[in-house]
T-cell receptor
Framework: DGGITQSPKYLFRKEGQNVTLSCEQNLNHDAMYWYRQDPGQGLRLIYYSQIVNDFQKGDIAEGYSVSREKKESFPLTVTSAQKNPTAFYLC?????????????FGPGTRLTVL | SQQGEEDPQALSIQEGENATMNCSYKTSINNLQWYRQNSGRGLVHLILIRSNEREKHSGRLRVTLDTSKKSSSLLITASRAADTASYFCATDADTGGFKTIFGAGTRLFVKA
């Protein structure tokens, strides 16, 4: 089955720690995205990548980092510089960047800072 | 500020009734999309309407787009309890499509 997976489903972090959220897709999509969702809110774009070895900051990139070494993978690191990281994180992909492509979403990772 | 804003924020209806959700946006767009999110899950794409289209149907879903008013509506006919979810509109905000901007969503609750 083709799809997009995220792991872990739940993640707990102590203050001051960096954590990495995994996102993998086997849809052969070029573009991948990371969003943050806070309770009762919409999605805010953290980072996106249109092609391997290239990525751009979204609207709330501070305190986060990404890499895109493989087409299938787009991991997100939440660093200790992110002051309020508790949120629901969603990864998505599209065939290619462009105005007429739907985004396919993973199931999400819920991060809680203890 | 967010490009898309949904109205109402929350909607509660009886099974069998129609549900209408509205979305307003601020800048010109190439397309507008509607997504659905069940609690604690990822989003699922429902329908995409291009800026040169005025209405689109998919099963029990009907989407309209009025670019002169910068607004869209999503109608779900004959709602079912399984339609209970949050619904988001999203636009490309004339960014060339590389960024999709989501609204805050409408929370729909369908009572059986």
């Amino acid at each position: 089955d083709g799809g997009i997976t995220q792991s872990p489903k739940y993640l707990f972090r102590k203050e001051g720690q960096n954590v990495t959220l995994s996102c993998e897709q086997n849809l052969n999509h070029d573009a991948m995205y990371w969003y943050r969702q806070d309770p009762g809110q919409g999605l805010r774009l953290i980072y996106y990548s249109q092609i391997v070895n290239d990525f751009q900051k979204g609207d709330i990139a501070e305190g986060y980092s990404v890499s895109r070494e493989k087409k299938e993978s787009f991991p997100l690191t939440v660093t200790s510089a992110q002051k309020n990281p508790t949120a629901f994180y969603l990864c998505a992909s599209t065939i290619a960047g462009g105005p007429y492509n739907e985004q396919f979403f993973g199931p999400g990772t819920r991060l809680t800072v203890l | 500020s967010q490009q898309g804003e949904e109205d109402p924020q929350a909607l509660s209806i009886q099974e069998g009734e129609n549900a209408t959700m509205n979305c307003s946006y601020k800048t010109s767009i190439n397309n507008l999309q509607w997504y659905r999110q069940n609690s604690g899950r990822g989003l699922v794409h429902l329908i995409l309407i291009r800026s040169n289209e005025r209405e689109k149907h998919s099963g029990r879903l009907r989407v309209t787009l009025d670019t002169s008013k910068k607004s869209s509506s999503l109608l779900i006919t004959a709602s079912r309890a399984a339609d209970t979810a949050s619904y988001f509109c999203a636009t490309d905000a004339d960014t060339g499509g590389f960024k999709t901007i989501f609204g805050a969503g409408t929370r729909l609750f369908v009572k059986a």
